[in-house]
């Protein structure tokens, strides 16, 4: 499975930005894919999920509320729409699929949230 991310970018606080995922390869064994973020020092961590199967979703309580993740699944694509950012949003924010055995992730693209 190959993950390719764009979308990341400058935006001042209060503004919006929409990442895309686009999976390629053995896309049939990803079950879910979500968004990870890391910020210079901190530990990566889970922004919001969404199963391939249901279509259910899951969040960080940072993220509730103003992020909404979606999938494409015909084009086997991922979207997350961020709003009301804040700078503390700022960080490398990376695609991951999950399948069984270890996940695969993308490269990452930096998001940048000026006050």
């Known amino acids: 499975v190959q993950l390719v991310e764009s979308g990341g970018g400058l935006v001042q606080a209060g503004g919006s930005l929409r990442l895309s995922c686009a999976a390629s390869?053995?896309?049939?064994?990803?079950?879910?894919m979500g968004w990870y973020r890391q910020a210079p020092g901190k530990q990566r961590e889970l922004v919001a999920r969404?199963?391939?199967?249901?279509?259910?979703?899951s969040y960080a309580a940072s993220a509730k509320g103003r992020f909404t993740i979606s999938r494409d699944n015909a084009k086997n694509t991922i979207n997350l729409q961020m709003n009301s950012l804040k700078p503390e949003d700022t960080a490398v924010y990376y695609c991951?699929?999950?399948?069984?055995?270890?996940?695969?992730w993308g490269q990452g693209t930096q998001v940048t949230v000026s006050s």
């Open positions: 969404i199963s391939t199967g249901d279509g259910r979703t």
């Open positions: 991951v699929a999950k399948v069984t055995g270890p996940d695969y």
């Open positions: 390869g053995s896309t049939f064994r990803i079950n879910a």
